[in-house]
């Protein structure tokens, strides 16, 4: 079993920074793709970003230049630090993970954390 646990989200004035991190626990797995999406109320779910093992990111287009994802493969962790937050940023923000469990692959899911941007 693999449980993705985040953290980091909160409530900030717009202009301000957060940084939500992402853990993925447990035993006999690796981890290849890791990204970050988000839903607002009354919205789709949407794609923020995502981003390889080796590194290699892809943003949406209306978090580029504001949001940076980033990894650090031994901890099993990524993150997303987001700056100059807009209040139409605010949502759940959910981590997602490509796991590679032996022979197969597997998608999970975090359980969300809020992120709440005021004008």
């Known amino acids: 079993q693999v449980q993705l646990v985040e953290s980091g989200g909160g409530l900030v004035q717009a202009g301000g920074s957060l940084r939500l991190s992402c853990a993925a626990s447990g035993t006999g797995f690796s981890i290849n793709a890791m990204g970050w999406y988000r839903q607002a109320p009354g919205k789709q779910r949407e794609l923020v970003a995502t981003?390889?093992?080796?590194?290699?990111?892809n943003y949406a287009d209306s978090v580029k230049g504001r949001f940076t994802i980033s990894r650090d493969n031994a901890k099993n962790t990524v993150y997303l630090q987001m700056n100059s937050l807009k209040p139409e940023d605010t949502a759940v923000y959910y981590c997602?993970?490509?796991?590679?469990?032996?022979?197969?692959?597997?998608?999970?899911w975090g359980q969300g954390t809020q992120v709440t941007v005021s004008s």
């Open positions: 997602n993970s490509d796991i590679n469990i032996p022979g197969r692959g597997y998608n999970y």
């Open positions: 981003i390889t093992r080796s590194g290699s990111t």
